[in-house]
Nanobody
């Protein structure tokens, strides 16, 4: 059974940084797309950034360009989301997701595996 477990969420002041981690178990995702989505209260789940582990191809939302980066530790089956220059509008529950394909897509419905989510709050 595939399991994704996120960690690293919390509260941070505007301009601050956080690093989220997602550990995958049950299978390896070395040839699969891994992505981060986020969902703010009352809003739909939105794509943030995604990566294909085998070739490093990365997609990201315009709203996080230049501030967020995704990286992987294949040996530990872990994907990280480094968030810098955080803004109040980045406040949301962040979800790790994986799909049974190498192609990164921005549509949440195309991902078969999800973590439980971790809260990120940016406020002063």
């Amino acid at each position: 059974q595939v399991q994704l477990v996120e960690s690293g969420g919390g509260w941070v002041q505007p301009g601050g940084s956080l690093t989220l981690a997602c550990v995958a178990s049950g299978r390896t995702f070395s040839r699969n797309a891994m992505a981060w989505f986020r969902q703010a209260p009352g809003e739909e789940r939105r794509f943030v950034i995604g990566n294909n582990w085998s070739n490093g191809a990365t997609n990201y939302a315009d709203s996080v360009a230049g501030r967020f980066t995704i990286s992987t530790d294949i040996a530990k089956n872990t994907v990280f989301l480094q968030m810098n220059g955080l803004k109040p509008e980045d406040t949301a529950v962040y979800y790790c997701a994986a799909r049974n394909s190498f192609l990164v897509l921005t549509d949440a419905s195309q991902y078969e595996h999800w973590g439980q989510g971790t809260q990120v709050t940016v406020s002063s």
